[in-house]
């Protein structure tokens, strides 16, 4: 399952990002918004996506807005999240975020890519798997820190 979710700014690249995962055949979920609307909020769905991804082992999301980047940043709060950020230039970060830190979300900003982009960069965002070894071994020390709370001195 892919949970979807987006701003304003994401919202037209979220539409067209629906209709290739039905070309697909892949099952998601619209977290919203289902109508645009200038004036909403990025976590009011981003985070209900990152919740919905954390809970259901395997699930995956796909979050957009402007930059992506407060998009990444709201679902990185939900422990057992690992977003990636993309917006435009080479998808071997696309490639590597799943490869190496197998990330379950991935935030795009829309303001930065073309639909043309945003589409292959799902594709192999969806495609990559997960290598693994010595990444797993990193991916747990991440887990041993997430929801610990830090104050500075």
Do not use: C
């Given at each position: 399952?892919?949970?979807l979710?987006?701003?304003?700014?994401?919202?037209?690249?979220?539409?067209s990002?629906?209709?290739?995962?039905?070309k697909?055949?892949?099952?998601y979920k619209?977290?919203?918004?289902?109508?645009?609307n200038e004036?909403?909020?990025?976590?009011d769905f981003i985070?209900?996506?990152?919740?919905?991804?954390?809970?259901n082992?395997g699930s995956?999301g796909?979050?957009?807005?402007?930059?992506?980047?407060?998009?990444?940043?709201a679902?990185?709060k939900i422990?057992?999240?690992?977003?990636?950020?993309y917006?435009?230039g080479?998808l071997?970060?696309?490639?590597?975020s799943?490869?190496?830190?197998n990330?379950?979300i991935?935030?795009?900003?829309a303001?930065?890519?073309?639909?043309?982009e945003?589409?292959?960069a799902?594709?192999?965002w969806?495609?990559t798997?997960?290598?693994g070894?010595r990444?797993?071994?990193r991916?747990?020390?991440?887990?041993?820190v997430?929801?610990?709370?830090?104050t500075?001195?």
């Amino acid at each position: 399952m892919i949970y979807l979710g987006s701003d304003h700014a994401g919202f037209k690249l979220k539409e067209s990002i629906k209709e290739l995962l039905d070309k697909l055949n892949i099952k998601y979920k619209d977290i919203g918004p289902k109508k645009f609307n200038e004036n909403d909020d990025y976590p009011d769905f981003i985070v209900p996506v990152a919740k919905k991804v954390a809970e259901n082992s395997g699930s995956k999301g796909i979050v957009f807005g402007g930059s992506g980047q407060g998009e990444a940043i709201a679902a990185n709060k939900i422990k057992g999240v690992r977003a990636a950020l993309y917006y435009g230039g080479s998808l071997d970060i696309v490639k590597l975020s799943r490869l190496h830190n197998n990330s379950n979300i991935l935030s795009i900003g829309a303001r930065f890519v073309s639909e043309k982009e945003a589409i292959q960069a799902v594709k192999l965002w969806l495609e990559t798997g997960f290598e693994g070894g010595r990444h797993q071994r990193r991916i747990e020390k991440i887990r041993k820190v997430e929801g610990q709370t830090w104050t500075s001195r």
